[in-house]
């Protein structure tokens, strides 16, 4: 078993930052990718970023592409979401998420957090 812990979340303005941060415990070391998702209301979740524990190649959506930087402390077993720019479209629930493959889509995480929400008022 794989537990997530996201934290960082808030109400900012437009074009503000925020830096989520992923706890990961357990048997993290048995999911080697992680990723962010993300939900708005009335919307399917989506895939905002991911990475791999180890390798420096992270994939972006092309909506936060240039805006959003996944990174990850291996020593901490924390992965971080650092969202710049943020624009009121980016309103919604993130979800932290562990799987044995790479990330690509809801149906690869294994594990799931409980979420945090982000909110930006315009």
């Given at each position: 078993?794989?537990?997530l812990v996201e934290s960082g979340g808030g109400l ?38 991911s990475i791999a524990w180890t390798g420096s190649s ?38 932290c998420a562990a799987g044995r493959h790479p990330i ?19």
């Amino acid at each position: 078993q794989v537990q997530l812990v996201e934290s960082g979340g808030g109400l900012v303005q437009a074009g503000a930052s925020l830096r989520l941060s992923c706890a990961a415990s357990g048997r993290a070391a048995s999911t080697p990718f992680m990723g962010w998702f993300r939900q708005a209301p009335g919307k399917e979740r989506e895939l905002v970023a991911s990475i791999a524990w180890t390798g420096s190649s992270a994939y972006y959506s092309d909506s936060v592409k240039g805006r959003f930087t996944i990174s990850r402390d291996n020593a901490r077993n924390t992965v971080y979401l650092q969202t710049d720019s943020l624009k009121p479209e980016d309103t919604a629930t993130y979800y932290c998420a562990a799987g044995r493959h790479p990330i690509r889509g809801t149906n690869d995480p294994t594990y799931w957090g409980q979420g945090t929400q982000v909110t930006v008022s315009s």
